[in-house]
């Protein structure tokens, strides 16, 4: 039986060590040890600016984006972090996709390398649909310790289910 949902992928190994963290109430202090602040990313203003910048870097001549916004309900839907679709739109006799990007406002209150690695996750998906090995290259691409920030992403929300914010 895994430790928790978020973690349900990992080895059993380390399945044990963060139900250890957690045994001995100290998977808040292990996640503050590494990630000791929040960003001040806090509107959605904001956020798509840091989106766009992220965008520009790495992804230039992508689909563009039409909206970026932080929204509450994400983490009650589907368990997601963030969520990115296409809007079909008719104009005139066309039907154009806008692309919008959607994060859950779980990281309003999260370390900045957090939400980097949620935009990416995202951003990666205007080129490649499905969570692939493409995918996956695109986002260490973008992010080098992509792999690493999505575990600690997940400890995040196990702390966030079991005891409640720490930042």
Sequence with gaps: MPVHKYLSHYSPELQQQVKTLIDENRLAESLLSRYPSTHDIGNDQSLRDYVFELKNDYMK???PLSKVVYDNRIHV???ALGLHS???????NKVKTKNEIRISSVFKKAPEPFLKMIAVH???HLKEKSHDKAFYRLCTHML??????????RLYLVQLDLNGEIY
């Design 61 to 63: 001549k992508s689909s």
């Design 77 to 79: 839907i589907n368990n």
């Design 86 to 92: 296409y809007v079909p739109r008719v104009q005139g």
């Design 122 to 124: 995202e951003l990666a």
């Design 144 to 153: 080098p310790e992509y792999h690493q920030l999505e575990f600690d992403v």
